[in-house]
């Protein structure tokens, strides 16, 4: 029961931030009908600067804040001088693109940063918890609270705020979006900068458990990706839910069969559930008018 326990703990760790990666994927979908495969490498950008600005001497928190701000400008640059620019172009044309920056960010993190493994000290030390027989990083648990806080954080801003009802305005209708006042491009562009920040905050919370280094990103999106096309894309509850099975089968499939296989099995069952619901858990299927 404690090795159930054990593999349980380490999944839900592990798939909360393939959710906050998903969750990153959704937003720019949900904006822009885009799908950003750059968006691992917000991550590595949150992990590896809080590493190099801790190194500098610069103390946790503002380090911590100072990386998803530059995660948050690289965001607003891909938008404004990749996306925005090819506006109009077909889907396959903008995911292109986003590969593409993916392969430049992690060229440009080996010349700034380093090739380099790296981690930074737990928030809260190493000593672990035992629960029920099984034990528990401290670290586990500030990247468990943290995923639950942006989603209850986005849930608040998406139904409470005014930008937020923008977002699902555009989100919903672009055009009727503008027609009744919305500034569509400011909405994009947030977006992406929000989708950058909750990559960022990832990296940074996870780092001390994972490590990181300028080529995590792409692993990272694949897995991201692959829990938003498993709740559903463009759905945030589904991003949630979608990330935290991805991490589940990894852990299972670690701890019972073989690490070797956990890749391969969790992106098995992902076709398996697609097979039978091709548009994800929670996903609804779209009928185009014409």
């Known amino acids: 029961m404690s090795e159930l326990l054990q593999f349980l703990l380490s999944g839900i760790t592990v798939g909360a931030v393939y959710a906050l990666v998903a969750l990153g994927f959704t937003?720019?979908?949900?904006?822009?009908?885009?799908?950003?495969?750059?968006?691992?490498?917000?991550?590595?950008?949150?992990?590896?600067?809080?590493?190099?600005?801790?190194?500098?001497?610069?103390?946790?928190?503002?380090?911590?804040?100072?990386a998803i701000a530059i995660a948050c400008a690289?965001?607003?640059?891909?938008?404004?001088?990749?996306?925005?620019?090819?506006?109009?172009a077909s889907v396959v044309t903008l995911i292109i693109i986003?590969?593409?920056?993916?392969?430049?960010?992690?060229?440009?993190?080996?010349?700034?940063?380093?090739?380099?493994i790296h981690r930074f000290e737990s928030f809260s030390g190493d000593e672990p918890f035992v629960i029920g027989g099984a034990t528990i990083l401290?670290?586990?648990?500030?990247?468990?609270?943290?995923?639950?806080?942006?989603?209850?954080?986005?849930?608040?801003?998406?139904?409470?705020?005014?930008?937020?009802?923008?977002?699902?305005?555009?989100?919903?209708?672009?055009?009727?979006?503008?027609?009744?006042?919305?500034?569509?491009?400011?909405?994009?562009?947030?977006?992406?900068?929000?989708?950058?920040?909750?990559?960022?905050?990832?990296?940074v919370l996870v780092t001390p458990i994972t490590l990181t280094s300028y080529d995590i990103g792409i692993a990272l999106a694949l897995k991201g990706f692959a829990a938003a096309v498993l709740g559903g894309m463009g759905n945030p509850f589904g991003a949630l839910v979608g990330g935290l099975l991805v991490g589940l089968i990894e852990a299972m499939t670690a701890g019972y069969i073989s690490s070797a296989y956990k890749d391969a099995a969790a992106f098995i069952v992902i076709l398996a559930v697609l097979f039978v619901m091709p548009h994800g858990i929670f996903g609804r299927a779209t009928v185009e008018r014409v």
Do not use: C, H
């Open 27 to 66: 937003i720019i979908f949900n904006a822009s009908g885009v799908i950003n495969f750059a968006q691992g490498e917000f991550v590595m950008l949150g992990g590896m600067s809080t590493v190099f600005l801790l190194d500098a001497g610069v103390p946790m928190l503002p380090a911590a804040v100072a």
């Open 138 to 203: 401290p670290q586990s648990l500030w990247v468990m609270a943290g995923a639950v806080a942006v989603f209850a954080g986005l849930y608040l801003f998406f139904t409470r705020s005014l930008l937020g009802k923008a977002v699902l305005a555009t989100a919903n209708n672009p055009l009727a979006a503008r027609l009744v006042g919305v500034n569509t491009n400011f909405v994009m562009t947030l977006s992406f900068a929000m989708s950058a920040a909750i990559g960022a905050f990832a990296g």
């Open 74 to 88: 690289v965001g607003i640059a891909l938008n404004k001088l990749a996306i925005q620019p090819a506006r109009g």
């Open 98 to 116: 986003t590969i593409g920056a993916s392969i430049f960010l992690r060229g440009a993190a080996q010349i700034v940063f380093d090739k380099q």
